[in-house]
């Protein structure tokens, strides 16, 4: 089945249940007929290979015929060959086929055994992907809106606002001397657009507290000088990245381009201090960076929120009534495992890469704030 949102938390925990045979694609794609090509060569070298580690297992031909069915399946597919995005995701099994077809831009990682890998996906379903921008110019404003599934889309207004600077001070145009009244030269167009800044900050306050009332999700502003400044100077409660240059000039592929290119620069200091808050329950025992005590609370459902590396393979058996773990290298990804037991438990998880992390409390493999201390 083809996908074009992200899997939900209950889609996560379905698809981490242990199958006998399962085979993970990630493959980086793009909407043009190379970009398929590369796509499909990619995805039909991975069904190939699973195929030849089955034989070489001894698994039965019918289970090898079955991936090759499966991927003869997928490439009769126009459906999904012809909406690419920026990645394909793939999960085979001999009970499931499943596609997510995506913006997020995944690296090439291709894996087989007893349970999907779905480190990617859940970095990408718990690691916020969203965010608003604003392209500001004296000629006009837009507000675009990015997800994780989708690229950068202008939003409809619900709100009458003005349309530009002219329109926002009431004026034909804040060029010239003649139509600024008492207000002349720099000093009066510096006025105006200083009034238009303010305008256009309470137009969009309205139309993202609707959206996100909370102000959660970043907010990429794309303007020039002066305009850029003064605009950032409104105080608004969103977390504002500002892009400089010309926005009149971006074509929207373009703004999704610049959004997606700095937007983990954004998440990585606003978890960086989220870890630094969690490293201050150590002292009263809210927080822990040992994986086998994690793992146990995990379970018991005492980690409010888990931050961990998703690069980082400690391999061990989770038991899931006690939390008890066991290293052994021909086990499971343990801290994918723990992720999963958080997820069951309505917590939340971030899966980061080491570097992305700079809290001196970090430990570049897992923290845990926990709800409660463990007795």
Not at 120 to 132: H, I
Not at 177 to 202: I, S, W
């Amino acid at each position: 089945m083809i996908h074009d949102e992200l899997p939900t938390t209950a889609d996560l925990l379905r698809l981490a249940e242990p199958r006998p045979d399962t085979l993970s694609v990630y493959l980086p794609t793009d909407p043009t007929p190379a970009g398929r090509e590369r796509a499909y060569a990619g995805l039909k070298s991975a069904v190939d290979a699973a195929a030849r580690t089955l034989r070489e297992q001894g698994r039965s031909r019918g289970t090898q015929e079955l991936f090759r069915a499966q991927w003869a399946g997928l490439a009769a597919d126009d459906a999904l060959w012809g909406n690419l995005s920026r990645s394909l995701v793939v999960l085979l099994a001999p009970d499931v086929a499943e596609e997510y077809v995506l913006a997020n831009e995944f690296a090439p990682r291709t894996s087989q055994g007893r349970r999907f890998d779905l480190a990617p996906l859940v970095r990408a379903v718990t690691t916020p992907q969203s965010a608003f921008a604003l392209t500001l110019s004296s000629d006009g404003w837009n507000l675009w809106h990015a997800t994780g599934s989708h690229r950068v889309t202008e939003l409809e207004l619900a709100g009458d606002h003005a349309d530009d600077a002219a329109d926002a001070t009431n004026r034909m145009s804040i060029r010239g001397r003649k139509l600024l009244r008492r207000l002349g030269g720099d000093e009066g167009q510096k006025v105006l657009l200083e009034r238009y800044a303010q305008v256009v900050a309470d137009a969009v306050r309205e139309e993202l507290g609707r959206l996100d009332p909370s102000a959660t999700l970043p907010v990429f502003l794309f303007a020039n000088d002066p305009l850029g400044s003064m605009f950032t100077a409104q105080g608004l409660p969103w977390s504002i990245t500002w892009v400089r240059g010309a926005p009149d000039e971006l074509r929207p592929d373009q703004l999704d381009a610049a959004i997606r290119e700095r937007i983990g620069e954004v998440n990585s200091a606003a978890l960086s201090r989220r870890a630094e808050a969690i490293g201050n329950g150590f002292a009263d025992g809210r927080a822990s960076i040992d994986l086998a005590q994690v793992a146990r609370a995990a379970v018991a459902g005492a980690v409010g929120t888990l931050i961990y590396d998703m690069d980082t393979e400690v391999k061990g058996f989770l038991d899931p009534g006690s939390g008890e773990v066991r290293f052994d290298d021909s086990g499971d990804d343990l801290l994918g495992l723990i992720a999963l037991e958080v997820l069951r438990n309505s917590g939340e998880v971030r899966a980061v890469r080491a570097d992305e992390i700079t809290a001196g409390i970090w430990n570049g493999r897992i923290l845990a704030g926990l709800r409660h201390p463990l007795t």
